[in-house]
Nanobody, 125 residues
Framework: QVQLVESGGGLVQAGGSLRLSCAASGRTFSSKVMGWFRQAPGKEREFVAAINWTGVTTYYADSVKGRFIISRDNAKNMVYLQMNSLKPEDTAVYYC??????????????????WGQGTQVTVSS
C-alpha cells in the first residue's frame, strides 16, 4: 500500500497557474502508475492525468490536454501536476492516486487503490 499526501492547492485567478505535489511513502511507489483525479461539488470524481512507472508515458483527459503536465520523481517518491491556463471549470478537489497492480497502467478510478486526502483548487473568473 502506498500512502499519499497532496499539497499545493489554493485560490488562483483564471489564466493563472498552480503546481500540485504528491508525496508518496511505500517501497512500491516506483512500480505503480500514478494519477491525478478531481471532484467538483455535485459531480463524480473524474480522471485528470496519469503517468506510468518510468515517467515516460503520460495520459491526459481531453479537458486538460495542452494545459496540464504530470511528472514524477521516483528518487524522491514525488508526483507533480503543473496546471497552466486555469479555468473556473477546473475548480475541484484534486486527488493523487497510486495504481493497484504494479507495472499496469490505467485511467479509471478502479485502477487505483491508494488515494490521498485531496487538495482544493479554486479558480476565480
Amino acid at each position: 500500500q502506498v500512502q499519499l499526501v497532496e499539497s499545493g492547492g489554493g485560490l488562483v485567478q483564471a489564466g493563472g497557474s498552480l503546481r500540485l505535489s504528491c508525496a508518496a511513502s511505500g517501497r512500491t511507489f516506483s512500480s505503480k502508475v500514478m494519477g491525478w483525479f478531481r471532484q467538483a461539488p455535485g459531480k463524480e470524481r473524474e480522471f485528470v492525468a496519469a503517468i506510468n512507472w518510468t515517467g515516460v508515458t503520460t495520459y491526459y483527459a481531453d479537458s486538460v490536454k495542452g494545459r496540464f503536465i504530470i511528472s514524477r520523481d521516483n528518487a524522491k517518491n514525488m508526483v507533480y501536476l503543473q496546471m497552466n491556463s486555469l479555468k473556473p471549470e477546473d475548480t475541484a478537489v484534486y486527488y493523487c492516486a497510486a495504481g493497484t497492480i504494479p507495472y499496469r497502467t490505467g485511467t479509471l478510478t478502479s485502477d487505483f487503490g491508494s488515494w490521498g486526502q485531496g487538495t482544493q483548487v479554486t479558480v476565480s473568473s
